[in-house]
C-alpha cells in the first residue's frame, strides 16, 4: 500500500501562485507515476499533471501548460506541483495519486490507470 499526503492549498488571487506538495509513505518504491488530478464543483475529475519516478519526465493537461510544473525528490518522497498565473477556472479540490507501475512503467495520464489517491487539497482562487 501507498499513502498520500496533500498539502499547501489555499485562497489566492487570480495571478497569484500556490504550491502543492504531495508526500509518499508506504510501499514507495513501487512507484511508477505520481499525477495530480482535480475536480471543480460540478465537474468529472480531470487530470492536469504527472511526473515519473525514474526519469522525471512530465506531462500536463492543456490547460495548465506553461503555468504549472510538477517536480520530485526521490529522497524525501515528495512531489510538488508549482502553480502560476493562477486563474478562477483552477478553484478545484487538487488530488495527488500514484500509480504501481515501478521504474518501467510509463508515464501515466489516466484516472483509471491511478491506484492510490490522497484526501485533496482546496484551491480558491478569486477574481
Known amino acids: 500500500q501507498v499513502q498520500l499526503v496533500e498539502s499547501g492549498g489555499g485562497l489566492v488571487q487570480a495571478g497569484g501562485s500556490l504550491r502543492l506538495s504531495c508526500v509518499a509513505s508506504g510501499r514507495t518504491f513501487s512507484i511508477g507515476t505520481t499525477g495530480w488530478f482535480r475536480q471543480a464543483p460540478g465537474k468529472e475529475r480531470e487530470f492536469v499533471a504527472a511526473i515519473r519516478w525514474s526519469t522525471g519526465s512530465t506531462s500536463f493537461a492543456p490547460s495548465v501548460k506553461g503555468r504549472f510544473t510538477i517536480s520530485r525528490d526521490n529522497a524525501k518522497n515528495t512531489v510538488w506541483l508549482q502553480m502560476n498565473s493562477l486563474k478562477p477556472e483552477d478553484t478545484a479540490v487538487y488530488y495527488c495519486?500514484?500509480?504501481?507501475?515501478?521504474?518501467?512503467?510509463?508515464?501515466?495520464?489516466?484516472?483509471?490507470?491511478?491506484?492510490?489517491w490522497g484526501q485533496g487539497t482546496q484551491v480558491t482562487v478569486s477574481s
Open positions: 495519486a500514484a500509480n504501481d507501475g515501478g521504474i518501467f512503467g510509463a508515464l501515466k495520464t489516466q484516472e483509471s490507470d491511478y491506484n492510490y
